[in-house]
């Protein structure tokens, strides 16, 4: 089963988190035009029309299709403009489980968008999906992105030491984690929000996403 079928629509107080789509092509230019390195790996990285017209159009979404996860684009609610991305991954319904990861473009940094994006689909994750478990992990020197984890109710388990690779060297992560059980944190919505009812899938991961603080690269 895939439980992603149809467009994802999250709407919070300043940010909407939603399906990309090839009205998202003028921002995801400009960002590869500036250089900003905030996107998943698998995004487009040049300008070439044809590659970024079928990455929005089919590429994007072909890990929601086949149930490996989700990419959504995080916008602004006044106007619509591209902050960043956030998605879930390595998602295993056999023990419904997932991480999280996101990242924002340098300008949307530092303004609370990333606390807000996190809360909606931590909430829609662990309530609407089915999840119990959601896994975010941040380099031990990224301050914002650990705060950012603490203020949507993710509870820190441990350091995974040399867990991810960052400028040529091994560097130690904070593994957080929120599962459905937990109370949940100030300001949490009762409804989510949602456009497009969830159902339950099985299937692997992508490749993880950074999360990345809202004030710079992690580290």
């Given at each position: 089963?895939?439980?992603?079928?149809?467009?994802?629509?999250l709407?919070?107080?300043?940010?909407?988190?939603?399906?990309?789509?090839?009205?998202?092509?003028?921002?995801?230019?400009?960002?590869?035009?500036?250089?900003?390195?905030?996107?998943?790996p698998?995004?487009?990285?040049?300008?070439?029309a044809?590659?970024?017209?079928?990455?929005?159009?089919?590429?994007?979404?072909?890990?929601?299709?086949?149930?490996?996860?989700?990419?959504?684009?995080?916008?602004?609610?006044?106007?619509?403009?591209?902050?960043?991305?956030?998605?879930?991954?390595?998602?295993n319904?056999?023990?419904?489980?997932?991480?999280?990861?996101?990242?924002?473009?340098?300008?949307?940094?530092?303004?609370?968008?990333?606390?807000?994006?996190?809360?909606?689909?931590?909430?829609?994750?662990?309530?609407?999906?089915?999840?119990?478990?959601?896994?975010?992990?941040a380099?031990?020197?990224?301050?914002a992105?650990?705060?950012?984890?603490?203020?949507?109710?993710?509870?820190?388990?441990?350091?995974?030491?040399?867990?991810?690779?960052?400028?040529?060297?091994?560097?130690?992560?904070?593994?957080?984690s929120?599962?459905?059980?937990?109370?949940?944190?100030?300001?949490?919505?009762?409804?989510?929000?949602?456009?497009?009812?969830?159902?339950?899938?099985?299937?692997?991961?992508?490749?993880?996403?950074?999360?990345?603080?809202?004030?710079?690269?992690?580290?």
């Amino acid at each position: 089963m895939n439980g992603f079928d149809g467009s994802v629509r999250l709407e919070g107080e300043r940010v909407v988190l939603r399906t990309f789509g090839l009205d998202d092509a003028a921002g995801l230019i400009e960002v590869i035009r500036a250089g900003e390195d905030f996107l998943p790996p698998s995004f487009p990285t040049v300008l070439e029309a044809e590659p970024i017209a079928w990455f929005l159009s089919e590429g994007v979404n072909k890990v929601q299709r086949y149930g490996l996860g989700i990419h959504l684009a995080v916008t602004g609610r006044d106007g619509g403009d591209l902050l960043g991305t956030i998605g879930l991954f390595k998602v295993n319904w056999e023990h419904l489980t997932s991480e999280v990861g996101y990242g924002l473009r340098p300008a949307a940094r530092g303004h609370g968008y990333a606390t807000e994006a996190l809360r909606l689909i931590s909430e829609w994750a662990l309530r609407d999906c089915g999840l119990f478990r959601v896994e975010l992990r941040a380099m031990v020197t990224n301050h914002a992105s650990i705060r950012v984890a603490e203020k949507n109710g993710y509870v820190r388990e441990g350091i995974a030491r040399g867990a991810e690779r960052e400028n040529g060297a091994n560097q130690d992560m904070i593994v957080f984690s929120r599962i459905a059980s937990d109370p949940p944190p100030p300001g949490a919505q009762v409804g989510s929000g949602v456009t497009g009812a969830p159902r339950r899938w099985s299937g692997g991961g992508f490749e993880r996403l950074d999360a990345q603080d809202e004030e710079g690269r992690p580290g």
